[in-house]
């Protein structure tokens, strides 16, 4: 009897030791790690959305790169048009938009300065004259033995430094668009001409009538639209796709006609905003259209085998590109920042981060569903159920 009232005393305190104490976990249960940038959704979900998954796929690609630039023209072709020496406008009709041709008379300037040139060649041109007389008669001379050596050597430096002068003025001549050949049959100029040293628009007017305009001051600027070509702004991630000869396709910003164009020479230099400058030829002129226009242009830089999954894969959140990666735990999928090339076909070209398995499972289907299942739930970069 007493052995009896012991076991049962014992029981009793050992049901009591236990009370409130939950069984022991099994120790084959896992629990999905807490890693940031997860999602988890349920077996009715899964088939809601018809997620699938699929592996990383190697596609011929031709595809386009959308980029802005806008048309400009080469620097010889945009001129400032000035004067050598300083003058007053006397004359001119040009406005801004008029187009001029080369060799055209676009207007006239007069100063003391200009007669004064012209002076100074002619007498000094008449100086030659009589220092070539004087050479000639020296020369003879000195070969008789009649006058000094020394005499005919210092008239012969006389003569070639008086030629000297008289080609200098002669340049400042030309500089001044005055006709050398007329002022030698002795009609001296009051006013000198301006000419366009190309054909082109006048895009720009300094200068009033009556205005004195200091030497090398801009008076005009002329554009030639002739030869403008499409500068285009590309940005770092897409520079190898580029090469000479890539065709373009463009509009300008006031219209809606495509245009094309050719890939002719490609910068060296990527700027602070992490971009490049392609020169484009346009393969058919028009000087109707104006240098500064914004276009938007579509780079096609054919075919490449690249790896790709379904554009459906790729969903965008905050200006970035992410996919989503299954993991070893049923339903729960990572998301994965990635970079983007080329899409074409239903495929966009993807660049994956390194350390992700070459036999990694992507979501090809459902992307979309599990980026807002994510934001939703308000623990991004946590585990979200």
């Not at 008669?137 to 005919?152: D, G, I, M, P």
């Not at 049959?185 to 004195?212: C, E, F, H, M, Q």
């Not at 998301?335 to 993807?350: Q, R, S």
Request: charged fraction near 25%; include cysteine; hydrophobic fraction near 40%.
């Amino acid at each position: 009897m007493k052995k009896n009232i012991i076991i049962i005393v014992a029981i009793a305190l050992s049901a009591c030791g236990n009370k409130g104490k939950a069984p022991a976990a099994d120790s084959t249960a896992t629990e999905p790690p807490h890693t940031e940038n997860m999602v988890e959704i349920t077996e009715a979900q899964f088939n809601t959305i018809r997620l699938q998954t699929g592996g990383l796929e190697q596609r011929e690609l031709s595809g386009t790169i959308k980029v802005n630039g806008l048309l400009d023209v080469p620097p010889q072709q945009m001129l400032s048009i000035s004067m050598p020496i300083g003058g007053i406008l006397r004359h001119t009709d040009l406005l801004e938009g008029y187009w001029v041709k080369k060799g055209q008379v676009i207007a006239q300037m007069e100063h003391p300065d200009y007669i004064q040139l012209q002076q100074d060649y002619l007498e000094a041109k008449a100086q030659l004259a009589f220092m070539d007389q004087e050479y000639e008669r020296q020369k003879e001379l000195s070969a008789e033995n009649v006058s000094a050596k020394k005499t005919f050597q210092k008239t012969d430096a006389d003569r070639n430094a008086l030629k000297v002068r008289v080609e200098a003025l002669k340049q400042k001549l030309l500089l001044m668009n005055i006709a050398v050949a007329r002022l030698e049959g002795g009609a001296i100029l009051r006013t000198i001409p301006v000419l366009a040293p190309i054909s082109g628009y006048v895009t720009r007017v300094n200068a009033n009538v009556g205005k004195y305009v200091s030497p090398n001051e801009p008076l005009f600027e002329i554009v030639d639209t002739e030869h403008l070509h499409a500068e285009l702004t590309v940005f770092e991630k897409d520079i190898p796709r580029l090469k000479i000869g890539n065709k373009v396709r463009f509009i300008l910003s006031n219209e809606s006609k495509e245009r094309t164009a050719t890939v002719h020479l490609i910068g060296r230099e990527i700027d602070k905003d992490r971009t490049i400058r392609v020169h484009c030829h346009l393969d058919r002129e028009d000087k109707e259209m104006l240098p500064g226009t914004y276009l938007k242009a579509w780079v096609e830089t054919g075919a490449a085998r690249v790896p790709a999954l379904p554009a459906a894969a790729v969903v965008m959140e905050a200006g970035r590109e992410y996919v989503f990666v299954a993991t070893e735990a049923a339903r729960h999928y990572r998301k994965v920042e990635i970079k983007t090339g080329v899409t074409a076909g239903g495929y966009t070209e993807v660049i994956l981060p390194e350390e992700l398995p070459a036999d990694a499972q992507f979501v090809t289907q459902g992307a979309h569903d599990l980026l807002a299942k994510m934001a939703n739930s308000g623990e991004e970069g946590g585990h979200a159920h």
